[in-house]
């Protein structure tokens, strides 16, 4: 299927802006707690972060296809920013007639077992129970949430992170995840919403698994670009070690996983939108074939550096350390592992080839 | 990024391909007793009916016999026929490889010849290629021929050939006698010949391989006489033409496939409500299949577009083999079983069949070490 023109140029401009402002120093910078705020600003000029919204909504009415492929290029060079959170915050926002931010968003819940309750107030709300691990939550303009209404999901909108007593977190890529625990927090009638559009908590974390997954393919289409960079520059026993067929292969191991991670990626954003249970069976599938891949990727692309790959100072371990955050956020390759196989087994054996050929 | 990117873009089926998925599953659903992983894969009256339905040459030029159909509806009417385990090997070689070769490489008279013949599920084509010292290493072939009048003398030995017993052609690749000259080019002198296996000085003796059946066969050519007509493309050219048959070779969904009613029986002995880990292993095995057939599909798409995907096939052909060699390892951690080739119960005989076959995947149609190294070529590393 050939790649549309805008499609192209978007992704051109986009990989170029990361280029020049998601480097070293600036993702060392976040790291250490202060938000890339310079970084930050030049994507949300480029309309990006909102983009799928309705032009009425101050969107582009994007397609998804498009943001999750600047999804993959922003993971590619580590961005430490909540680019994805706020595209599923506007998303969850305008489905539930919230206003968005401009700012960064973050969106949630992003864990399996958190429980929010949201009980009227006389024409305002209650919110109750705690948001675990949201990226960037210290970080944000607005916090949006998937919250359990009286009569089914809604979504709330809080400035900031409203009136949650925040708990400090990160992972091991040092993006910040905090933790919100709400104790019966008041919300303005306005700043509550049904859900409609087929948004939901489910939905979310779908989407959110997939954004995971394709930021994945990003970062592990950069480990595979240092590995073979590497290993023609570094020269040992006389000759670059990319002559040694034992490193070699190791690449070429490397380079056939990371095809599949983003093969399994864009087969799950194809899929968006269109039939339901094609949707979550090929979502599940993403996850769980990148999250293998980036376990195997990580071991073969720190093996070809050698120990130059276990400093700080060298950038391998920018995409190394988010493979290993990324694939246990929005649930880990083995827990999705589970949804594909309960589904494959509950549609039975004699429908197994027609569930993995239906267009 | 400076490192080339093998990327496989999604591609939709058009309506034609699926409309033809329907037709397929319906044909296999009246050969029903012809399908399955245990039964004879060789059936040429199975491959004569399928010729008649024009699913053998789909996407040849109807003047050699072919159906001008898209590469798309090929890949589906071969994915379907390899998921229900359907007798193809009569015909799988000339329809994959031999036929599109010929029709690349050979003349006018050979296209008209052969083609139809292969494509009416009549003409069954088996690979000249290995030798007893030339297996990974082509270059290395020792069977010579020498230009005689009226065509050439043929001698040496060809081995691992499949079905040669049970074939009408090979497409042998050989190179031509030196004259006692050093070479200089390992590539040189490299020519394939259309040999008919019915030649006198030809002898053909069985290899059993390691479940007692016989696939292999050794072929010895003693002063075997091929005329002009049968030289394919060009004396000298057999490196080029050897390749590009190889090309075709690996684009196929076989790599995949065909361990399918295995995985299958493992979600059937797995019920409707399995626990975590036996979920969490299939979900494993089926996640990568998917990603696999997406691949594949998305190679159909380049060959669709006269691209020529070798290094996306290395790929998915090494990572297909992988997966397929995984399958009898998880069958039997989650649900053991001591294998017996005759069982009744058909998955104790699917897992004795799979452990044994296993080990060809990763050597067949390229070695596993071979395809890395055609994948850190296109990396830019060799």
Known sequence: MAIRDETRMLLESMNRLFEDKSIKQVIDAAETGVFASDLWQAVAETGVPLAALPESAGGADAEWSDLFAVLRVAGRFSAPIPL???????????????????????????????KLTLVRDGNAWRLSGTASRLPYASHVAKTVLVVDGPDGEMAVALDGTGEAQITSGKNIANEARDTLTFDNVRIAADAAGTLGGGVSRAALYRRGAL???TMMSGALERALDLGVTYAQERVQFGRPISKFQAVQHNLAVLASQT????????????????DADRETL?????????????????????????AIG????????????????????????????????????????????????AA | MATPMFRFDPVELPPEAIALRHEVRDFIAEHQHLMGLARSEFNRDFSRAMGKKGWIGMTWPKQYGGHERSAFERYVMIEEMLAAGAPLSAHYIGDRQSGPNILRFGTEEQKQFFCPKIAAGELTFCIGMSEPNSGSDLAGTRTRAVKVDGGYRINGSKLWTSNAHRSDYAIL?????????????????????LLDLKTPGIEIRPVINLLGEHHFNEIFLTDVFVPDWLLLGKEGNGWNQVTSELAFERSAPDRFLVLFQMLREMVRMAGPDPDKATAAALGKLISHLATLRGMSLSIAGMLQEGLSPNNESAIVKDLGTRYEQDIPVVARQLFPTEPELEAIDAYVSLIARSTMNAPRFSIQGGTREILRGIIARGLGLR
């Open chain 1, 310 to 357: 276990f400093t700080k100072e060298y950038s391998l371990q920018l995409s190394t350390r988010r493979l290993w955050s990324w694939r246990e956020e929005f649930g880990s390759d083995p827990e999705w592992a589970v949804q594909v196989g309960k589904a494959v087994c509950a549609n039975g054996a004699g429908n197994l080839w027609a569930m993995l050929t």
């Open chain 1, 211 to 213: 954004a995971r997954a």
């Open chain 2, 173 to 193: 690749f050989c190179k031509m006698a030196s004259d006692g000259k050093e070479e200089v080019d390992r590539h040189g002198g490299a020519t394939q010949f």
């Open chain 1, 282 to 306: 090929l979502i599940a599938v993403a996850k769980t074939r990148v999250g293998e891949a980036a376990t195997l990727a990580c071991e073969l692309a720190h093996q070809v550096h050698g």
């Open chain 1, 259 to 274: 095809a599949a991670a983003v093969a399994a990626a864009n087969f799950g954003i194809d899929a968006l939108g269109k």
């Open chain 1, 84 to 114: 994805a959170e706020t595209m599923l915050a506007g998303w969850v926002a305008a489905a539930a007639g919230l206003e968005p931010s401009d700012g960064p968003m973050t969106v949630g819940p992003v864990r399996a077992g958190d």
